[in-house]
């Protein structure tokens, strides 16, 4: 194989149109060449008269040495050493990405573990989610935190990641192995969306199932029990016992989280985020980044923004969804939580991400290990106060919030949340220290995207689910401070997105089965 990097294209090309025009350029006879591998694709939109992809290539070649490229070398694979033997099959809470990538870890070299999961499979799932999207009724147990696939699946579907390591490769195999597009092995900002999540999970569940591995669903953890030698996990549909107990529970996971606290399980704070979410029409963002000259056929543009301000406080837009849509993804009763969600098309009329603030660990007093996750709470349910107390989310234009006086009208961006939402001023609960740095925020970004602080834009109330407030320590086995159980995953602090959940718990599942 050779790589060549940096190659800019300027029209839309097929496979086979693309792998001429490479050959052709690079000087290649088509005699010598066997095979082209795309390895990058990414967008250059930074001269928007002059918008063109940028492709990164291994080509296969019958005589290397008469070329003069970069020769690519291949790297072993990593041989997992199998040492566990035990009685006991490996246990997993939660089949969100760390949970459901610890188990595809166990199964491919040969444990069969049991997954437990409150909620329902994806196929209930779909139903109680758009029950509530409809009609406001909530099923705590099942809903867009809880259930197959955990949180991520009624997302954006993003695989990107501020990680390095050498698991992601897998992480984007086994995605694309059980129906996700090619194209997520190489796109630079690869996405699954929604619609192909939901038939992605059904395949690796018959897959984990073929292999002998066990789902229980709507089996809720009640409590542990430990000893030395095994740990005792009690549901509500009965206890089970293992020596390999796997904490993939996701940020949501409050009950458990008071659970474990009175277990004296080593948990302390983390810095976390909360705010809101912004939209604004997708075609003024296309044109922000990608300009009115470009006649290539280009996916609904993105935008990644970040303002440091005062006191240690910054705002930045999280999960942007391009032509998604705002989605209600509250788990308890009285509260609203708010998240954006994209299929994979992209088709709809608005953008939306989350205008983040970071809450820091000193912001609360006394030594509660919780104290952050109280704070999301009452968060949420001012929200739900402000929105009529009838699951209608609180909104409030930009022009408006800039202005701290309440909406009394909708102008030309129409908000997307269901299943309703009532007009108001989001000043009159955010936290001062987040309106200040959000509104400084929004004037900055405006300055990178025109329109940015448009006047119509909408602001929905509340995000607090960006990641866990809290992290549950774990040694250099990634054991909790109880044997026999390992803190996992995004809820548990390790993780914050479905690629570093999974290459988490991949991790996870490597250090049981080699210990």
Known sequence: MIRIDNINIFEDLNEAELTNKILKKNKISP???????????SIDARDKRNVHYNYSVN???????????????????YKIKLNRKSEYKPIIIGSGPAGLFCALTFIDNGYKPIIIEQGSCVEDRIRYVEEYKTTGHLNELCNVQFGE???????????????????????????????????????NKPHIGTDNLINILKNI???????????????????????????????????????????????SARDTF????????????????????????????????????????????????????????SCYSFCMCPGGEV?????????????????????????????????????????????GMHFQAELEKKAFILGGSNYNAPIQRVEDFLNDVPSTKIGSIIPSYKPG???????????????????EGILSFDHKIRGFAHPDAILTGVETRSSSPITIQRNERLMSNIPFIYPCGEGAGFAGGITSAAVDGIKVAISIIEN
């Open 421 to 439: 939402y009532t007009l108001c001023n989001l000043n009159d609960i955010l936290p001062i220290f987040v309106s200040k740095t959000l509104k």
């Open 59 to 77: 080509i296969e070649l019958k005589d290397e040495s008469k070329y003069n490229f970069k020769h690519i070398e291949e790297v072993p694979e």
């Open 149 to 187: 696939g955990g949180a991520g699946t009624f997302s954006d579907g993003k695989l990107t990641t501020g990680i390095n390591s050498p698991y992601i490769k897998n992480v984007l195999e086994n995605f694309h192995k059980f129906g996700a597009p090619k194209e997520i092995l190489y796109l």
């Open 205 to 251: 569940r018959n897959y984990i199932e073929s292999k002998g591995g066990e789902y229980h669903f709507n089996t809720k953890l009640l409590d542990l029990e430990s000893n030395k030698e095994t740990v005792k996990v009690i549901t509500n549909n009965g206890e089970y016992k293992t020596d390999a107990l796997v904490l993939a529970i996701g940020h």
């Open 327 to 371: 989605i209600a993804s509250s788990s308890e009763k009285e509260s609203i939580v708010t998240n954006g969600m994209s299929v994979f098309k992209r088709d709809k009329e608005n953008a939306n991400a989350a205008l983040l603030v970071n809450v820091l660990t000193t912001d609360f007093e006394g030594d509660d290990p919780l104290a």
């Open 258 to 313: 008071k659970m474990l606290k009175s277990k004296n399980m080593n948990m302390q704070r983390k810095n976390f985020s909360v705010g809101v979410r912004i939209e604004h029409k997708q075609s003024m963002i296309n044109e922000s980044q990608y300009g009115s000259y470009t006649k290539l056929n280009l996916p609904p543009a993105e935008y990644k923004l970040v303002y440091h301000g005062s006191d240690n406080r």
């Open 31 to 41: 005699n010598d060449f066997i095979s082209l591998d795309i390895v990058k694709k």
